[in-house]
């Protein structure tokens, strides 16, 4: 095995480079794949060894290849504890257990029949907008994918509880943005610090709507959803899952799967309102396969526009920005030497901008991912889901749940991006806008654009 080092910065010789990622996390991550290439050392404090590793082969060696060595990062351990031993945090045998059990709630047939309250809550979201006023397009984003997958995995009316959900994530997500991940390992979790105390209080009140809906169910009884299958589920001893088992996978589920989906929209709001262009072809993509109509589970493969619309925002937006691996034995990337217990970290947020695969790659072009403009594309060159045995299990549903909503609301709305205001990125768990974004809703006339190319067509007189 070659005992070559790869290159990369230097650092203060207590904490390494924790104050220049912690001041600009994106910022570093992109400086260091300019300055040092696709394999990067980079020292933090609490750990033997840390890269970066930026190329889709390498990507690929990670999560697929060689997964087997690889185990979540420590950092990601701990920003994800408060999801428990769900199936994002699980390891192993437990892991692959969790995974068969929660399997058939993902199936094709499953997931189509979750298309309807999809555009039902979102319609519903809609019958409250007014035109001309301004909105948090992302708050209203989070509001309105929670309250769905608390209903279709669930079963549950989570109206009443979907702000104080908002409000306890979001505290969550400060706690470990601008690098306060790795913070964790110089104030350990159970110092009574200011950010440790937001951090648990938060968890409580999580925990708080998660316990209400289990109790729900089970005075309620079985209603064909997950969660009824969590509680039906038996070991081969007989033993069912306690309540603390099932809250996990709830709050995994639950919380993990609607966030990424709410950011995917409410980057793809922003991009939207800046390149007209692409709106007006995404509407007559809409007019021409909807008709009159609301969309479907049936018309998602036809909306092949709009998919591209979701798939280039997640490209330069991605919701799950980072991923994370520690290396359980000695292994060789890119001829590099990686010992075991390293940390490895992946970036899509780099890798998706990466120039060498990408033509403008900061460019929002929906257009490219048309079949002939990415016939060459290194296969973890994009990889959203991530990837391997580990891929979200929850894609398809996020997938479709995010044209059938962009669908729906483009056909009503308009959103212009309020001036003035600071559009920021925050890096935490996920890419969340850091100050939210703020739209002027203009209600779209009643008029189609089938109508209106009819009307232009028609002879004078």
């Known amino acids: 095995?070659?005992?070559?080092?790869?290159?990369?910065?230097?650092?203060?010789?207590?904490?390494?480079?924790?104050?220049?990622?912690?001041?600009?996390?994106?910022?570093?991550?992109?400086?260091?794949?300019?300055?040092?290439?696709?394999?990067?050392?980079?020292?933090?404090?609490?750990?033997?060894?840390?890269?970066?590793?930026?190329?889709?082969?390498?990507?690929?060696?990670?999560?697929?290849?060689?997964?087997?060595?690889?185990?979540?990062?420590?950092?990601?351990?701990?920003?994800?504890?408060?999801?428990?031993?769900?199936?994002?945090?699980?390891?192993?045998?437990?892991?692959?257990?969790?995974?068969?059990?929660?399997?058939?709630?993902?199936?094709?047939?499953r997931i189509n029949s979750y298309a309807s309250t999809m555009v039902e809550y979102a319609e519903q979201m809609l019958s409250t907008w007014r035109d001309g006023e301004v909105r948090n397009v992302h708050a209203d984003m989070m509001d309105l994918t929670f309250r769905i997958v608390a209903r279709a995995l669930f079963s549950a009316d989570v109206s009443g509880e979907a702000d104080e959900v908002a409000d306890a994530l979001g505290v969550i997500m400060q706690v470990f943005a601008a690098g306060g991940n790795w913070l964790t390992f110089i104030f350990p979790e159970w110092l009574p610090i200011p950010r440790n105390l937001r951090f648990h209080a938060a968890e409580r009140r999580l925990d708080e709507v998660v316990y209400r809906i289990i109790e729900r169910r089970r005075r309620e009884g079985d209603s064909g959803d997950l969660l009824s299958t969590l509680l039906r589920v038996r070991d081969e001893h007989g033993a069912g899952m306690n309540d603390e088992q099932v809250r996990d996978e709830v709050m995994t589920l639950a919380l993990a799967g609607h966030e990424t989906t709410a950011i995917a929209l409410t980057w793809t709001w922003y991009l939207l309102a800046q390149h007209p262009e692409v709106e007006a072809k995404l509407l007559r993509e809409l007019d021409e396969v909807l008709g009159e109509g609301s969309p479907t589970a049936g018309d998602v493969p036809r909306l092949r526009y709009t998919d591209m619309v979701i798939k280039e925002s997640v490209r330069l937006y991605p919701p799950a920005w980072a991923q994370g691996r520690e290396a359980v034995g000695d292994c060789e990337?890119?001829?590099?030497?990686?010992?075991?217990?390293?940390?490895?970290?992946?970036?899509?947020?780099?890798?998706?901008?990466?120039?060498?695969?990408?033509?403008?790659?900061?460019?929002?072009d929906p257009g490219r991912w048309a079949s002939e403009?990415?016939?060459?594309?290194?296969?973890?060159?994009?990889?959203p889901f991530g990837g391997g045995p580990r891929m979200c299990i929850g894609s398809s549903f996020a997938t479709m749940e995010a044209t059938l909503l962009l669908a729906t609301i483009a056909r009503r709305f308009h959103m212009d991006l309020v001036p003035g205001q600071k559009i920021g990125l925050e890096p935490s768990i996920t890419l969340r806008p850091k100050h939210g974004i703020q739209v002027h809703l203009r209600r779209r006339a009643a008029r189609t654009a089938r109508e209106e190319g009819a009307l232009r067509a028609r002879p004078a007189g």
């Open 373 to 383: 403009g990415t016939g060459g594309l290194p296969r973890y060159a994009y990889f």
């Open 1 to 109: 095995m070659s005992a070559r080092v790869p290159p990369g910065p230097g650092g203060d010789p207590l904490i390494g480079c924790l104050r220049e990622y912690s001041r600009d996390p994106l910022g570093f991550v992109v400086r260091c794949h300019e300055e040092y290439g696709d394999v990067v050392r980079v020292p933090f404090p609490a750990f033997p060894a840390s890269y970066f590793l930026f190329r889709p082969e390498h990507i690929e060696h990670v999560l697929v290849r060689n997964h087997r060595n690889f185990t979540k990062s420590a950092d990601a351990r701990r920003a994800l504890e408060f999801l428990g031993s769900g199936l994002l945090t699980a390891e192993r045998d437990s892991w692959l257990r969790q995974r068969r059990l929660i399997q058939p709630a993902f199936h094709r047939e």
């Open 333 to 364: 990337i890119g001829g590099y030497h990686i010992p075991a217990g390293s940390q490895l970290f992946v970036f899509q947020y780099v890798t998706h901008r990466d120039r060498r695969y990408y033509s403008h790659p900061e460019r929002f």
